[in-house]
């Protein structure tokens, strides 16, 4: 099987420690759709099988799985409840540019190939809107895990 290093080859690396460049990576892939499937092929099963193995290890009483491709890659018909944070797409560009250092165009590249926020608001059972500040994200997380709390079985349905 292929590795994210056998896959980027030498020029996509940074340094001699052979740790891969991710932005040199992401600006690769993300203008690429037939590089991000690539390599998504090799990550995914990895990253599917570390989730299930930490999924059958724990006792606490719910567990975050924070993955972009939760829906795409299947792993959403393995959870009890999936929550959907959305935010207007001009707050994503303007974030991407703020805390990531990436131009407007890089931005809109990484946000287009995401899966469609509409597409998974209709799939998710608690959808918050991280469109505001963080207190009004926040008050909107704990009024959804209040909801999971009072009921018996722990879904969620907020």
Same mark, same amino acid.
């Given at each position: 099987?292929?590795?994210?290093?056998?896959?980027?080859?030498?020029?996509?690396?940074? +340094?001699?420690?052979?740790?891969?460049?991710?932005?040199?990576?992401?600006?690769? *892939?993300?203008?690429?759709?037939?590089?991000?499937?690539? #390599?998504?092929? &090799?990550?995914?099963?990895?990253?599917?099988?570390?989730?299930?193995?930490?999924?059958?290890?724990?006792?606490?009483?719910?567990?975050?799985? !924070?993955? &972009?491709? #939760?829906?795409? +890659?299947?792993?959403?018909?393995?959870? !009890?409840?999936?929550? *959907?944070?959305?935010?207007?797409?001009?707050?994503?560009?303007?974030?991407?540019?703020?805390?990531?250092?990436?131009?407007?165009?890089?931005?809109?590249?990484?946000?287009?190939?995401?899966?469609?926020?509409?597409?998974?608001?209709?799939?998710?059972?608690?959808?918050? !809107?991280? +469109? +505001?500040? #963080?207190?009004?994200?926040?008050?909107?997380?704990?009024?959804?895990?209040?909801? *999971?709390?009072?009921?018996?079985?722990?879904?969620?349905?907020?």
């Amino acid at each position: 099987m292929r590795t994210t290093g056998s896959w980027s080859g030498s020029g996509r690396r940074c +340094g001699l420690d052979g740790r891969i460049n991710r932005p040199a990576l992401g600006a690769i *892939v993300f203008a690429d759709p037939a590089a991000l499937r690539d #390599l998504e092929g &090799i990550l995914h099963p990895g990253v599917r099988a570390e989730i299930r193995r930490r999924l059958a290890a724990s006792t606490a009483p719910f567990f975050v799985v !924070d993955a &972009i491709k #939760l829906f795409e +890659g299947g792993l959403a018909r393995e959870m !009890d409840a999936n929550w *959907v944070v959305v935010c207007p797409r001009s707050e994503q560009v303007r974030r991407l540019m703020t805390e990531r250092g990436m131009t407007a165009e890089q931005a809109e590249t990484r946000i287009s190939a995401q899966g469609s926020q509409e597409e998974k608001v209709r799939q998710g059972t608690v959808v918050i !809107d991280n +469109g +505001g500040t #963080l207190t009004e994200m926040e008050q909107q997380v704990d009024a959804a895990l209040a909801a *999971v709390n009072d009921r018996p079985d722990g879904a969620s349905t907020a």
